[in-house]
């Protein structure tokens, strides 16, 4: 018995949604249990990075004033772009968070990787997500046979 998927998308819409709602490119997918496991551990360690550092550890560069380029705005900050991966919570968290007074303790920096690792790991589930759009059957990988 072959399991179906909802309906048939392409990867870059996979990847988008995937992006922007972490886990929901799995259930695009059909796959319900992956896309829930993996959406809701972004979300709680998202959540917790905030708990653990206040929400102003979401401090996106300033690009309103640039500095001489935009490469260099963004180095400044370069946490900010696991935060950023994080998607739509990232992005929400950075325009509230600068409008917070700042932390300067230890558990700022902590909230910061939390939340930074939350990104990298949705990024990765992206990534696996729109390959996955690309196979027959989603819920098997394929197996290259070797030599």
Known sequence: MQKRRPFKAPA?????????????????????ARGLTIGLTILILFVLGLLIGGIH???PPDFSVLHGNLVRSILEKPWYIGQFMSGAIGLISGWIGPTQPPSHARANDIGTLYTAVAGMLNLLATIDSSYRSTLEDPYEPSTAEGP
């Open 12 to 32: 870059l819409v996979i990847a988008i949604v995937n992006w922007f709602i972490p886990g929901s490119g799995y259930l695009m997918l059909g796959q319900v």
């Open 57 to 59: 550890v979401v401090d």
